[in-house]
């Protein structure tokens, strides 16, 4: 059995309900047909209904059990303009304006529902951008208690890989902070730990990586990592982390005996955390296209409730995936 397939079993056993807001774009109308017939979660789709049944007419699937909300008829648009107004009046938000938004941005609907406890998790980006995708969640929802730095992920499920968790990582950030701090970076490994722990079950091992190891090259990059892993050692001290380390030695025990001696992280890590969005972003699409892996993500972490996002060249498949995590996300919250 496949990760996604034990998710995905976990996200039956107490059934959560999520927004799908994307509703004109075809991948998200096949992942909803799927996710209702394979019982994975309760599915609301934001739209005009007569124009959503004709899309999955065209498409040829079924989308009996999607509940379709179309905000000029909801019977509850006057609440959620209320909550949207009281949420955001210190930022200059009016009732005229949060109607207009609430009637014209469907994530902004979706994370309205969130908000009001309406529906327990929201997935987009199917064809938004990250930004347009986490500003309404971070808007409204805001962060969890406790964290400073919300940061996205990937949860990368390697075929045939005999590192990591059986083939499993968690790879961050792959999708939101550009060229984060030594202290951020630290956050980020720290929220990781607790999100492959939730999500995959297993104990983190988390490698902060460079282009040296241990010293192999002097670069103010290197010292940012160098610091980023003092850091967390200081601040998290039960994470199982090292640093700085080059891939290979992260993730290779023959070459971990060589170039980390005695490291308890080097050759058996399985959360990556690069040190810029470059490398991330880079990285996880190698990964996935190049050794067909399944990348699933960007997830976000550090969010008071659950909101994903997706990449925009994902396929529905990956929609499924990203609503069962969420879902699951939803129990754990």
Not at 94 to 106: F, G, Q
Not at 113 to 118: E, F, G, I, L, S
Not at 138 to 164: H, N, R, Y
Not at 231 to 257: F, M, N, R, S
Request: proline share 4%; net charge negative.
């Amino acid at each position: 059995m496949s990760y996604i397939d034990i998710i995905k079993d976990k996200a039956r056993m107490d059934k959560k309900t999520i927004v799908l807001p994307e509703t004109t774009d075809k991948r998200t109308l096949i992942a909803a047909s799927h996710i209702e017939h394979e019982g994975i979660a309760n599915i609301i789709m934001i739209g005009n209904e007569e124009k959503i049944m004709d899309g999955a007419t065209w498409l040829e699937i079924e989308l009996d059990g999607v509940k379709i909300i179309n905000p000029e008829t909801c019977d509850k648009l006057d609440e959620y303009v209320d909550l949207l107004y009281e949420t955001r009046k210190n930022k200059g938000m009016t009732p005229e304006k949060a109607r207009e938004i609430l009637l014209t941005d469907y994530l902004t609907f979706g994370v309205i529902m969130v908000k009001a406890n309406d529906a327990d998790g929201m997935v987009a980006g199917a064809c938004h951008a990250t930004a347009d995708t986490l500003r309404p969640a971070l808007q409204i929802l805001k962060t969890a208690p406790g964290v400073k730095l919300v940061s996205g992920f990937f949860l990368m499920c390697v075929p045939d890989c005999e590192f990591g968790d059986g083939g499993t990582f968690l790879f961050a950030d792959c999708g939101l902070n550009q060229d984060p701090t030594a202290e951020e970076l630290a956050a980020i490994a720290d929220s990781s730990a607790r999100s492959f722990k939730s999500l995959v079950g297993k104990k983190p091992i988390i490698a902060m990586l460079s282009h040296s190891t241990k010293g192999s090259a002097k670069h103010e990059l290197v010292d940012k990592v160098v610091e980023a892993t003092k850091i967390a050692h200081e601040k998290y001290p039960g994470l199982a982390l090292d640093g700085e380390l080059q891939t290979d030695a992260a993730l290779v025990p023959q070459v971990a005996k060589s170039k980390a001696p005695g490291s308890e992280v080097a050759g058996k890590a399985n959360v990556l955390i690069f040190p810029n969005l470059d490398c991330g972003n880079i990285g996880y699409k190698l990964v996935q296209r190049l050794a067909k892996a399944e990348a699933y993500g960007p997830m976000l972490q550090g969010i008071a409730k659950p909101v994903n996002d997706l990449s925009r060249g994902c396929s529905w498949q990956d929609i499924v995936g990203v609503v069962a995590l969420t879902a699951v996300q939803a129990q754990l919250a």
